[in-house]
């Protein structure tokens, strides 16, 4: 939810903090700051509220100097966005701290802290535990062995990095249900919140695992003390997706982009793991086959576009591999006293694998297990190394390569593609005529989403429809419904305009008492089982003068006429429609939005990894 960002090196570090929070702006971005201890021994430090634009301007004027210094964008928490919230926070002018995460038993801590005589500045939980970790220090005179104590004492969420004049080439990092990774470059090193944050500097990445501390010093360079206090060795991998994944090259925003990159990171999380006709389902891992033989129905959670994924997924299950399945949002499923019959599978997605409701779903059916009917669990996810891969049994990865835009795109088509290599290799019905015709599909889509994309220009167009409304309603039947859903998440997050989806058929129920000329209403209608039913709950809106923008197959015999406009996207096989109808819904929120002049990349109020509850 915030960025942090962190150098020890032989030079100046404050280009590299900046350019740093520039790449992790993503993740927060109510307000900007940094701390450096100069070559006199003495923090300086400047801070904005605000985007990261706002820092640099301050720097312009007031320059930060020295060769170790620590960085934060934030998504606000405890505390308004504004400058005395902004991290870093400094405890007795000799500590300064970055904090992502939520610190939950602040508030005694706080009390005890006042109780000592300590006065606070910001109404942050972080500042607690800069505090704590000065206190402990004055007493250990160990900065690694100060934060170890004050984490004993801390309940919640964090990834943190700390620094200290009084241990002036060392940084501390910790990291508890939030990311923390290590750049390893050469006589210095780096902390991040990820990794495409240091890809200036460094392409090799030591992935930090739950309750790992971290200690990068001169003298001993990187030392890891694992959660049970022991220390710990961590491979170091390299990055693979090279440093134009962190840049908007040609394009205006990096949405824009990752909607164009939809075919070839589809290729690429279908590539090795398609053989002649049939899935590979040595993809998802050692034991899969096994452990799938067995599965007699699954259960899905994940949050946001996730979810829209997993209901998507929910309909290929039930008709192509019979298995009940149920989908849920995580932050429900998470409370909730789950029934799991027999040989269930468990099954997370997640774009970035540290969303915290979805991994605190993983551990509370992790915890069931043994008492349960969970046969293992299943992350589909996105990035390598992340805490729901970690602690999953199978896990099958994208490939969308990084995701930069707040709004989820490539994720949530490739999540729908690995998805479907789910559902083939569960049905108990290998290597039949139904496998053959969709892994040949599956082959094609690539092709047939290029050809989605080029319908950008008539969205274009269209788009202008919407941009001075403030309501729009998104219909689809069957697999589409949840298309629909994803649809109007896309539009009310970017544009800002209200957006609600309905099963087609739910209309009459209640929702068509909205309609009317001011509220334009989007149907996703390819040539499937349900087409005719749609059509009548068409009929429905137009009878009460809606405005109905249909998205439809070439073969779909609807005429457009005054208050109908059709847009036909390229026919592909009714199982992968949901994938292919995507793409001009992202295309008309992109350009909704672009017409509004709202922040695409950055919505507000948003971040793109919700670490915390
Ligand atoms: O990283 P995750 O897939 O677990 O994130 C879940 C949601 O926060 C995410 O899909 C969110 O809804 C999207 N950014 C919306 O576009």
């Not at 704590?132 to 104590?149: K, N, P, S």
């Not at 793991?273 to 590979?280: E, T, Y």
């Not at 694998?353 to 059916?365: F, N």
């Amino acid at each position: 939810m915030c960025g942090i960002v962190a150098a020890l090196a032989a030079r100046n570090v404050q280009g590299i903090l900046l350019e740093g929070l520039k790449r992790l702006e993503y993740r927060g971005y109510d307000s900007a700051g940094m701390a450096v201890l100069n070559e006199a021994g003495a923090l300086t430090r400047q801070r904005a509220k605000g985007k990261v634009a706002a820092l640099e301007e301050k720097l312009v004027h007031g320059a930060l100097t020295g060769r170790i210094g620590i960085a934060h964008t934030r998504w606000a928490t405890h505390g308004k966005p504004s400058e005395v919230n902004a991290h870093p926070h400094l405890a007795r002018e000799r500590l300064a701290i970055v904090h992502n995460g939520i610190i939950e038993n602040f508030e005694p801590l706080k009390r005890e802290l006042e109780g000592d005589g300590v006065v606070f500045e910001s109404e942050t939980d972080t500042e607690v535990v800069a505090h704590l970790i000065a206190r402990a220090f004055v007493e250990t005179d160990d900065l690694l062995a100060a934060v170890q104590t004050t984490l004993d004492r801390i309940d919640g969420a964090y990834a943190l990095a700390v620094m200290h004049a009084d241990a002036p080439r060392e940084i501390v990092g910790a990291r508890k249900g939030s990311p923390l990774v290590v750049g390893v470059g050469i006589d210095e090193n780096f902390l991040a919140s990820d990794a495409l944050a240091l890809l200036q500097v460094t392409d090799r990445f030591i992935y930090l695992q739950e309750g790992d501390v971290v200690r990068l010093s001169d003298n001993r360079g990187i030392e890891i003390v694992a959660a049970d206090g022991s220390p710990a060795e961590r491979p170091v991998h390299a990055f693979e997706h090279g440093d134009s994944a962190a840049s908007r090259g040609e394009y205006r925003h990096f949405m824009l982009k990752e909607i164009h990159e939809q075919p070839a990171v589809i290729a690429a999380t279908l590539e090795g793991r398609l053989s002649g006709s049939h899935v590979l389902e040595s993809s998802f891992g050692v034991g899969a086959r096994g452990l799938f033989e067995r599965v007699a129905q699954v259960h899905i959670v994940a949050c946001g576009t996730s979810y829209h994924a997993g209901m998507v997924a929910r309909y290929w299950l039930e008709k192509l591999a019979g298995l009940p399945t149920t989908v849920e949002v995580a932050s429900e499923y998470r409370y909730r006293e789950v029934v799991v019959p027999a040989d269930t599978l468990f099954v997370t997605l997640s774009q970035s694998g540290e969303t915290a409701d979805t991994l605190a779903a993983l551990r509370y059916a992790k915890s069931r297990a043994k008492t349960s009917g969970y046969l293992g669990a299943l992350a589909i996810c996105n990035v390598p190394g992340s805490s729901l891969t970690r602690e999953s049994d199978l896990a099958l990865m994208t490939q969308a390569g990084p995701e930069i835009g707040v709004a989820s795109t490539k994720a949530f088509t490739t999540q729908l593609v690995a998805l479907m290599l789910l559902t083939l290799s569960l049905r108990k019905s290998r290597g039949d005529e139904r496998e053959t015709t969709l892994v040949q599909a599956l082959r094609g889509l690539p092709t047939v989403l290029d050809s989605a994309l080029a319908m950008d220009g008539p969205i274009a167009e269209l788009s202008e429809a919407f941009a001075e409304k403030h309501h729009a309603l998104f219909l689809g039947r069957g697999t589409q419904f949840p298309i629909a859903l994803e649809g109007a998440l896309k539009l009310k997050e970017i544009s800002y305009i209200h957006a609600e989806a309905y099963p087609a058929g739910e209309l009459k129920h209640g929702p068509l008492a909205l309609v009317d000329a001011d509220m334009p209403v989007v149907a996703v209608a390819p040539n499937d089982e349900l087409l005719e039913k749609l059509k009548s709950n068409l009929q429905e809106v137009r009878a009460r003068g809606g405005e109905l923008f249909v998205f439809a197959d070439e073969g779909v015999a609807l005429t457009a006429a005054d208050n109908l406009r059709v847009l036909h996207v390229p026919a592909v096989d009714e199982f992968l429609a949901p994938i292919v109808y995507t793409i001009p819904l992202q295309l008309l929120s992109y350009h909704v939005a672009v017409l509004k002049g709202t922040d695409v990349d950055q919505p507000r109020n948003l971040a793109k990894s919700v670490t915390v509850e």
